[in-house]
């Protein structure tokens, strides 16, 4: 199995757990926080996309979708365009009152476009230095599987939430 197969595989894992977690989600469950510090489903679901859709737009040295196409006006965020949801607290996490069919619209948009990406790619792309900032600097593979894992985390906590707010009674 090549290497894109496999990075293709763990970016459609993804899929499926933001999928799971916004099926059938109406804006209270969305929105349910465990406490007021808590973060949401909606702001999970938007900070993990716009995560994904930075970094492979980066790596592809293309606009990010967020802007070019459209989905930053669509969601009307009280936020800076470039703002992908580090550093946030409380009230920004409040802020993204999305519903369930834009956060998966945005999400399914940033998808297809990171596996047309990664069609793109061959064996030795993988390697190539992308980021120097780093010791030892940043190579592809390891740029993809950062994605990956902060994505992949970020999926699984909004399938917790979404059961904290199943055993509140809102599902």
Not at 145 to 162: N, P, T
Request: glycine share 10%.
């Amino acid at each position: 199995m090549l290497t894109t197969d496999l990075i293709a595989d763990a970016f459609g894992r993804i899929q499926g757990a933001v999928h799971a977690a916004l099926v059938g989600a109406g804006p209270e469950l969305l929105r349910y926080r465990a406490d007021r510090e808590a973060n949401t489903i909606a702001w999970l679901v938007w900070h993990l996309t716009r995560v994904q859709d930075n970094h492979v737009a980066d790596l592809m040295g293309e606009p990010q979708l967020w802007t070019s196409a459209g989905w930053q006006k669509r969601f009307n965020l009280p936020f800076a365009p470039n703002a992908t949801g580090y550093g946030q607290g409380s009230t920004e996490v409040a802020a993204v009152r999305a519903g369930a069919d834009l956060l998966q619209g945005y999400f399914d948009a940033v998808h297809e476009r990171t596996l047309g990406y990664l069609g793109t790619l061959h064996e030795d792309d993988f390697s190539r230095i992308v980021d120097t900032r780093w010791t030892p600097p940043v190579t592809l593979a390891v740029r993809l599987v950062s994605v990956i894992a902060d994505d992949l985390q970020h999926a699984g906590q909004a399938a917790y939430v979404r059961g904290l707010a199943q055993r509140a009674g809102l599902l």
